[in-house]
T-cell receptor, first 108, second 115 residues
Framework: GQSLEQPSEVTAVEGAIVQINCTYQ??????LSWYQQHDGGAPTFLSY????GLEETGRFSSFLSRSDSYGYLLLQELQMKDSASYFC?????????FGPGTRLSVLP | GAGVSQSPSNKVTEKGKDVELRCDPI?????LYWYRQSLGQGLEFLIY????????KSGLPSDRFSAERTGGSVSTLTIQRTQQEDSAVYLC?????????????FGEGSRLTVL
């Protein structure tokens, strides 16, 4: 089986940096993805890590440690529009299994 | 089309009725997924189609749920004898080539309410 864990909620102020962690237990592993979902909207892709290390895409960065079965999403220079739910997802070679999601609230 | 299209966007039905939800993936995408999302919850995998291979139905919650994909394109998710616990947003996603990497493109979802 597969299971992923994320914090349920994170709160930060505009301009700050926030890190959302994801730990996973999977029977197969190809990579870890991150998706953003605004209320009432569709999930949208943010980043993907197949190898250990940090991937940077603008204000967002994602990190993976395969030996620790752990990854995180780092959001810098937070903006109000970043308030959303963030999901990590493990791909096992065929399927994508999603974590329970972290609701990020950005305060002015 | 330019993106993944789902219909209907909203469906209200009475308990015991059958419903069909449709997904039109991005043209040329070989893999198609259905997920279910209850209010404030994560995405629950339902079923996965990859090319002409047999679908992975391991996530379907009961035999009331079924899905097909015709011609390697449009997919229909059917829920028979709906129950109140089936109320959720049903999300469809497609991906161009399955190599373990890549980006899932999601539709806006079909919100199902069973009264």
């Amino acid at each position: 089986g597969q299971s992923l864990e994320q914090p349920s909620e994170v709160t930060a102020v505009e301009g700050a940096i926030v890190q959302i962690n994801c730990t996973y237990q999977t029977s197969g592993f190809y990579g870890l993805s991150w998706y953003q979902q605004h209320d009432g909207g569709a999930p949208t892709f943010l980043s993907y890590n197949a190898l250990d290390g940090l991937e940077e895409t603008g204000r967002f960065s994602s990190f993976l440690s395969r030996s620790d079965s752990y990854g995180y999403l780092l959001l810098q220079e937070l903006q109000m529009k970043d308030s959303a739910s963030y999901f990590c997802a493990v791909s096992d070679g065929q399927n994508f299994v999603f974590g329970p999601g972290t609701r990020l609230s950005v305060l002015p | 089309g330019a993106g993944v299209s789902q219909s209907p966007s909203n469906k209200v039905t009475e308990k015991g009725k059958d419903v069909e939800l449709r997904c039109d993936p991005i043209s040329g995408h070989t893999a198609l997924y259905w997920y279910r999302q209850s209010l404030g919850q994560g995405l629950e995998f339902l079923i996965y189609f990859q090319g002409n291979s047999a679908p992975d139905k391991s996530g379907l919650p009961s035999d009331r749920f079924s899905a097909e994909r015709t011609g390697g394109s449009v997919s229909t998710l059917t829920i028979q004898r709906t129950q109140q616990e089936d109320s959720a947003v049903y999300l469809c996603a497609s991906i161009k080539d399955w190599g373990g990497a890549g980006e899932l493109f999601f539709g806006e979802g079909s919100r199902l309410t069973v009264l």
